[in-house]
């Protein structure tokens, strides 16, 4: 009953979202046209068109596990959504982690260890969704190239809960990475980061959280923001563009004031190696980091990795093993969450419309929230695990979902993936 819970509670949070229509116009209630918006996504259809033409066959269904009593034309969506402030929709994921964690279903996702407290991670990073020579809007980033033309495009940063152990991410909120009203110039991760913090903090409410990020984060205003929000910071770090750190570190090192730990297994060996206590700058003296450079080397072919970190954590043996991990961690916000959205039916980079104002930022946001919603099943639905074990990809499990929705009538998406795992059994009759 899981999803069937959620999108019932989401008919009425779109139910709340203002109308920005006149009465005489909206001869479909924005509710309806969210919905369906939704829907899209959830199904995994591979276009807007595809939807809006199988409506009519879908229709029973649509009523019944969606709420949807109405769909208006491909165009008239497109132009109904790209008039919605994406506010509106963006704050939906923060309100479901903010339920999730007030409902305990995320212990799961709390870190364990020394100087971890049960903190979460949330890393950070962004993505580009939309890009074209031709299609364009005064909202669009732009890129212009040697030969004179320029790339329109649209990018997000999003914020997840990840956790070293397990495969599942949770998305926390999508923030536009937008061009600025009567700015010649882009916006960039930077500021974008200084407007999703709040809606992080606003999210997980009381629970502590370590913010992660790439080496374009490792300065001091985004460290100072973080700190201020009640945040720590892991966060990757490189020589050529924080120097300060490394100067520091390998000045320890050479006289073996740092602390070093070394492990291995059949493949790898692994080398810790840690400091406290540094300066992360000299513009920036009062703020301290510790520090961790780690190496990752291949006991047959000798191909080490590197990696180096810093954090607002004290390191100690005790824990410089999982920090590491966590840092490391960070990939699954590109694996896990961008790779799933654009490869496994969500179409994160198809063009499902561009519009004038908010139309594709908008389907960016609900194609989010249909993710965190797949994601909430994956993690507390044992009907959903049995039908994807079944299915054995996701792939797979979505396209058997819409083949049972466009051809049974059913009461909800429970009896969906009770059928897919054979807890219901069809009775087919050939009609000669």
Not at 265 to 294: C, P, S
Not at 334 to 341: A, V
Request: aromatic fraction near 10%; charge should be positive.
């Amino acid at each position: 009953m899981i999803l069937d819970e959620l999108i019932e509670d989401l008919q009425a949070r779109f139910a709340e979202i203002k109308d920005h229509r006149s009465s005489i116009n909206a001869k479909i209630s924005l509710t309806n046209v969210l919905l369906s918006g939704f829907a899209l996504f959830s199904l995994k259809d591979s276009s807007l068109l595809e939807y809006v033409t199988q409506y009519k066959a879908r229709k029973g269904n649509l009523k019944t596990v969606y709420g949807i009593s109405a769909c208006p034309s491909d165009t008239a969506m497109r132009q109904i959504l790209d008039e919605v402030a994406p506010e509106a929709l963006q704050v939906l994921p923060v309100q479901y982690i903010n339920l999730l964690l007030e409902e305990r279903h995320l212990s799961r996702f709390k870190l364990q260890g020394a100087n971890l407290d049960e903190l979460m991670y949330i890393p950070l990073d962004g993505t580009q969704y939309f890009d074209s020579k031709k299609v364009h809007a005064g909202c669009c980033l732009t890129k212009k190239h040697k030969d004179g033309s320029i790339t329109y495009h649209h990018n997000a940063l999003v914020a997840v809960i990840a956790h070293p152990d397990l495969a599942q991410v949770l998305p926390v909120v999508c923030e536009e990475i937008r061009h600025q009203d009567g700015s010649c110039k882009n916006d960039h991760e930077l500021c974008a980061a200084t407007r999703l913090l709040p809606l992080v903090k606003q999210a997980l409410g009381a629970q502590k959280a370590i913010i992660g990020g790439d080496s374009l984060f490792a300065n001091a205003p985004f460290i100072r923001k973080t700190t201020i929000l009640g945040f720590h910071y892991l966060l990757s770090i490189k020589e050529g563009y924080q120097g300060y750190p490394f100067v520091q570190f390998n000045k320890l090192a050479l006289y073996k004031k740092t602390k070093v730990l070394q492990t291995k297994d059949q493949k790898y060996q692994y080398r810790y190696e840690f400091a406290n206590d540094l300066i992360l700058n000299g513009d920036n003296q009062d703020i301290k980091v510790n520090f961790v450079h780690f190496q990752q080397t291949n006991i047959k072919t000798l191909e080490t990795t590197t990696f180096d970190f810093i954090t607002d954590i004290p390191l100690s043996v005790e824990n410089i093993i999982q920090i590491v991990k966590i840092g490391r961690t960070r990939w699954k916000i590109e694996n896990e969450t961008f790779n799933t959205l654009k490869n496994q039916g969500y179409q994160y980079e198809h063009n499902f419309g561009h519009g004038k104002k908010f139309l594709s930022q908008n389907f960016a946001q609900l194609m989010i929230l249909a993710f965190l919603f797949d994601q909430i099943q994956q993690i507390l639905d044992p009907l959903f695990k049995k039908s994807l074990t079944i299915c054995k990809s996701k792939k797979l499990l979505w396209l058997r979902v819409r083949q049972i929705f466009d051809l049974v009538p059913c009461n909800s998406m429970d009896d969906i993936y009770k059928i897919i795992a054979a807890q219901i059994k069809l009775k087919i009759e050939m009609i000669v």
